[in-house]
């Protein structure tokens, strides 16, 4: 699209869909990392939870990198910050609130820039990831407050559960019990 190319606007578009990707690839190292150890720990199906998770932000990842590069922009591979090194349940759904919180107030500021510029599509494209940012904030919301009144009877309801998936869908499908 080389016209694009000559809208003063869409270089803060490109900037913000390529800060948001970076985003994505921190959010996937991070979950990724973080799910080994509950793993580890023997917290199956906190495990499946969070790899789920981390596959939606490879999904959103791919997402911006294409419409970058309908913009004939050059999608990064840099992470947006250092990942965390995983402790226990408690402070990983802590980390990742806090993450999801901070993802959803940048798409919010990043939607509103494209609007700006008159770029429908990339709103667009950052409204539908919001709505499945709030999905993954609303399950780490919920289970951190889980684990802070219930403690470890909560968490042994999740003690020697299955890690297992099944075919590999997308956890906001998953939480509205629709099919991939
Ligand atoms: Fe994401
Ligand atoms: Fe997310």
Same mark, same amino acid.
């Given at each position: 699209?080389?016209?694009? /190319?000559?809208?003063?606007? =869409?270089? /803060? $578009?490109?900037?913000?869909?390529?800060?948001? #990707?970076?985003?994505?690839?921190?959010?996937? @190292?991070?979950?990724?990392?973080? @799910?080994?150890?509950? &793993?580890?720990? &023997?917290?199956?199906?906190?495990?499946?939870?969070? /790899?789920?998770?981390? $596959?939606?932000?490879? #999904?959103?990842?791919?997402?911006?990198? %294409? #419409?970058? %590069?309908?913009? !004939?922009?050059?999608?990064?591979? !840099?992470? *947006?910050?250092?990942?965390?090194?995983?402790?226990?349940?408690?402070?990983?759904?802590?980390?990742?609130?806090?993450?999801?919180?901070?993802?959803?107030?940048?798409?919010?500021?990043?939607?509103?820039?494209? #609007?700006? +510029?008159?770029?429908?599509?990339?709103?667009?494209?950052?409204?539908?990831?919001? +709505? %499945? %940012?709030?999905?993954?904030?609303?399950?780490?919301?919920?289970?951190?407050? @889980?684990?802070?009144?219930?403690?470890?009877?909560?968490? *042994?309801?999740?003690?020697?559960?299955? /890690?297992?998936?099944?075919?590999?869908?997308?956890?906001?499908? =998953?939480?509205?019990?629709?099919?991939?």
């Amino acid at each position: 699209m080389p016209q694009a /190319k000559k809208d003063p606007g =869409v270089k /803060k $578009v490109l900037e913000a869909l390529n800060q948001a #990707r970076s985003m994505e690839l921190q959010a996937i @190292h991070q979950y990724m990392i973080q @799910h080994y150890v509950l &793993d580890a720990l &023997d917290y199956g199906q906190l495990c499946a939870n969070i /790899k789920l998770i981390a $596959v939606d932000e490879m #999904r959103h990842a791919e997402k911006f990198a %294409e #419409r970058i %590069e309908s913009l !004939d922009g050059q999608p990064t591979c !840099d992470k *947006a910050g250092p990942i965390v090194p995983p402790q226990g349940p408690k402070e990983i759904f802590t980390l990742d609130t806090n993450l999801e919180t901070n993802t959803v107030a940048a798409y919010n500021k990043f939607a509103a820039v494209c #609007r700006q +510029a008159g770029d429908s599509l990339s709103s667009n494209l950052f409204e539908q990831i919001i +709505a %499945e %940012e709030d999905v993954h904030l609303g399950y780490y919301q919920e289970t951190l407050e @889980h684990i802070k009144t219930l403690g470890d009877a909560f968490l *042994a309801k999740y003690a020697a559960t299955s /890690k297992h998936t099944g075919p590999i869908k997308s956890f906001v499908k =998953v939480m509205a019990k629709e099919d991939f």
